[in-house]
């Protein structure tokens, strides 16, 4: 009985000790790990951004496969949410803030437990994208606290998982085709050229952009077949007087460069563009892919020669995207010089 009863007392005081050096544990932790992804960044941050992509990378689904997602209403961008069940527990996560091509904050939470915070950098370097995840919180549980001792630190518990989802989502990157191309860049010389479109000042936001080009650029051409003009007769075309990403603000124009003259439909702006010299690059592709990468050249082709580019700036929607293959919708992308 002795025997039992120290040993009872043994157990309890190793139990002690350990709960009392669990305790002593800090509750913050901030855990990164960077990885050079080479490929270009708008399709890596895409790729993550997206929710839906996360369990053929995401480091948790190779070691537990009874994790079953399901995914809420939105799952790209600002508010797109999911959430899981696994022999471990539930969990659920959702985006809070998105800056394009550049980096997105996410809520991680575990059951009942405060949301820990997630939070993506993406940085265009000269061999693709430098891509940083970190995880962190200041008020862990205990129970998470436990694990990490265990472990031997927040970096031992979650260093090796991060870097494991890194190399995971290289590999994910990488396996999905490129769907445009770029042209060459280019100086040439215009014209002075007429616009009419409907303004817009707003946050530089992706999904709110693409609303307001879904609704101004058809109606804009609505009213321009209405009045009489055909193909040929004008060019879809946004014209950006502003794009501060410091601010995080635009401002433009969505409407149509035109070769006949078109009475103003109501809310409808006109807008007179000098000509004189201008760099220029094509892009061949869908709407909004790839659209980062013409504009950084550009912005690298600017900065190589010692030109000064001036707003407005504007983008030209060369060809009828109903009437072409994916790959060959064009968009011309001019910076006017100084």
Sequence with gaps: MKFLKYTLLFLLAVILIGLIYVSMQSSDYNVERSKVINQPISKVFNTVNDLKTWEKWGPWHDEDSTIVVTYGDKTVGVGASDSWTSKDGPGAMETISVEMNKSILQEMRFG?????????????????TKVTWTMRDDKAPFFFKMFSAMSGGWDN??????????????????????????GKIS???????????????????????MKAFMESLPKAGIHAAKSGLVEGDYTPAALYHKWDEKTGETEFHIGLFLNK???????????????????????????????????????????????KSKFPLYELYVNDPAK?????????????IE
């Design 261 to 307: 003259d078109l009475a103003l439909a109501e809310g409808m702006e006109k807008v007179s563009i000098s000509g004189g010299k201008h760099v220029m690059i094509s892009k061949f592709g869908n709407y909004g892919e790839g659209d980062y990468e013409a504009h950084t050249a550009i912005g690298k082709y600017l900065e190589a020669t010692k030109m």
């Design 157 to 182: 518990m979650l260093g090796p998982m991060l870097e494991n989802g890194l190399k995971n989502l290289d590999g994910v990157v990488k396996a999905i085709p490129d769907k445009y191309t770029l």
């Design 187 to 209: 100086v040439i010389d215009t014209e002075d050229k007429v616009f009419v479109g409907y303004p817009h000042k707003m946050k530089i936001d992706q999904e709110a952009m």
């Design 112 to 128: 009942d437990y405060e949301p820990s915070e997630i939070l993506w950098d993406f940085e265009d370097v000269d061999d693709g």
């Design 324 to 336: 072409v293959k994916p790959e060959e919708i064009q968009t011309d992308i001019y910076y006017p």
